[in-house]
């Protein structure tokens, strides 16, 4: 297969966007990748998005898109792996420009969440979760993750403090994002004391409703110079799977789609944990970073929340996650956080981050998944 | 890239399947593909189905699929282009093989219709047009295309007996099939004075709301006589899209997604028109079939009508379209429904198709689409 390079990234605000319909949003951020890849048509294009039906009255995305977008024709395809629907329209692209089927071909990611009361979205949300045996209990993800939080508490001495800790830190990243939906800072006892949602987890601990899109261009890395930027070559793609339902695991305390996919990316890359520079993972809840970090092999498993509580993964510290703001501070419009977790990557390995640049950053990692741990993408990539 | 073929097929009655759920219909399928290739694990598998959330509240349908399925940690991708995701679900299990990422691919697709009611279902198949700008007007799938069959009619002389002689066709071909949702024979009368739906088009002119799943295994071609059926290769596969709404288009009486994909699938596979024996093809409609299988080249532009009414593609026709029953009598669970062309091909190619056997079919034509043609995905398959 032949190497793959990303060669432009485009993003706009994130946030309540309610004069504006999915399709304008997707192609807000499209044009802007196609213009700083410096390319004005495309071979194909994979839109990642999770449930446009429930959220947003309309599927058939692929056509919708290609045709909004003015390129119209080509082959368009939309994937969904819930929450991970945007790494895995990024996977995709890698494949097709990989396997020599196309050469310029467009990863993005979009999902336009408040067009539906919060109590839509919470049950849209929840189609991610096993709705056969969770959903019908009534269970919705912030129980779900709440059940790992208690676990990874009980095993591992998890604290609360910790887990603030987490969302403070990627608040004071995100203050440092323009396109962020929430770029303010929060203390830890903002944290504690915000409403509770499912114990121990509050509000804070909980990311946001967001509308927003986000697109890459991959090509052949061979075509990399053509639009003057740095490129970025994409050295190893991990996908796993693992049981829909939590009640179905072995460990609530850890994620196997995530250890999983992480294996397998690094082995095509031939790199292991300790190459990494930095890393945009799934912070759904302060507690998924905790136990992504961990099952990455980022920090050691059990000590992510000491770790971020000692600044170990602050934008100075020893390894960097979610410099972004992660989906805390930027947002988390499902389909589209695993496109922008590669935006950031691209960004940051360019050296144009501006005040949440991380030093050296020479190869990033990126992590999304689906539901509660059901699947997992893991992309490194890393400067040319 | 590598040479790939089908060593596996499976699929179930199809119908109203009210005693199961949809994770289980895919189950079933996916188990009789993999007994029939005569394997037990999987690299990767692909699910098409449009729209799980407003059907069956439930996404990430990669996971339960593979968890159902007993292959949880492999990578699971749904694929999702309205009506013709099955067809896209197969274009990318082809890709996975042909890449080189995966060996053993289980292309599978999905749709449970009946669990919501029918005013619903019709919402639900009404989010694969626009809208935005078609579905704010009122106008559904019905709608659509009586428009273009007034233009057909309008321009070539297509008649209302035509437009019958399709669907008894095809429900002679179906009462043939024993996993045909109305295996019965019907009239031309009954067709013509069955209940009107939008006119031209009578309620005999459309394809039904089906549950039902499909599934097949996709393998390099040098892995075929594992199992010692003979295989069959995927020699061509074409994917276009066009407007996602029919009143941009210049022409009512032609979908050019469907000979764009056609002329892609063609060229790959270095064949023309005049060399398939037979075909699956889209008949979601009456008029469809006619408008697809001119825009396919298979029978003169404005002559699809004569074509059907004096016999050519009849199963013993110069040009069988639809040996299976297609989808008007088959049924038509959205997502399923590209994967089942490939089952009945497939069958064809290995002469195991019985009563509806194609007399000398060497290579056999899939074509499946989403909506009124915003998305269209040809495969070629050949006896190897």
């Known amino acids: 297969m032949r190497d793959v390079a990303v060669i432009g990234v485009g993003m706009q605000k994130w946030g309540e966007l309610w004069e504006t319909s999915a399709r304008d949003i997707f192609v807000e951020s499209a044009l802007l990748a196609m213009d700083d890849a410096g390319v004005d048509t495309l071979d194909a294009m994979y839109v990642g998005c999770m449930t446009p039906g429930l959220f947003a009255a309309q599927e058939h995305l692929g056509s919708v898109m290609a045709d909004y977008l003015g390129q119209g024709g080509i082959p368009a395809t939309r994937v969904e792996s819930a929450c991970a629907s945007g790494g895995l329209a990024f996977r995709s692209a890698y494949l097709a420009v990989a396997s020599g089927m196309h050469d310029v071909v467009l990863a993005g990611g979009v999902e336009k969440m408040t067009d539906i009361s919060g109590g839509e979205a919470t049950f849209a949300l929840a189609t991610a979760a096993d709705m056969q045996w969770e959903g019908v209990s009534g269970v919705t993800f912030p129980g779900l993750y709440a059940m790992m939080a208690v676990a990874h508490m009980d095993r591992y001495g998890t604290t609360r403090e910790q887990l603030a800790a987490v969302a403070v830190k990627n608040h004071r990243n995100g203050s440092r994002n323009p396109r962020a939906q929430f770029p303010m800072e929060i203390t830890a006892e903002a944290v504690i004391n915000s409403v509770k949602v499912a114990d121990p987890l ?121 410099p972004s703001g992660g989906l805390k501070s930027k947002g988390h419009p499902v389909g589209a956080t695993g496109i922008a977790q590669v935006v950031e990557i691209t960004e940051q390995l360019r050296g144009e981050a501006g005040p949440r640049q991380v030093k050296d950053a020479r190869i990033g990692l990126a992590q999304n998944m689906g539901g509660s741990g059901g699947s997992s993408l893991v992309h490194i990539l890393e400067a040319m």
């Open 202 to 322: 509050n509000i804070l601990d909980c990311s946001p409703i967001t509308d927003g899109a986000a697109a890459v261009i991959v090509v052949p890395a061979d075509m990399v110079g053509r639009a003057g930027k740095p490129g970025v070559k994409v050295t190893g793609s991990g996908h796993a799977t693992d049981t829909i339902a939590l009640h179905d695991r072995d460990d609530f305390a850890s994620m196997r789609a995530v250890a999983q996919s992480a294996e397998r990316a690094y082995a095509m890359a031939g790199r292991t944990a300790k190459d990494i520079d930095f890393a945009e993972v799934h912070d759904c809840f302060t507690i998924a970073e905790i136990i992504v970090s961990e099952d990455l092999g980022l920090v050691e498993k059990g000590k992510g929340g000491p770790a971020a509580e000692a600044g170990e993964t602050a934008l100075d510290g020893r390894i960097p996650i979610n």
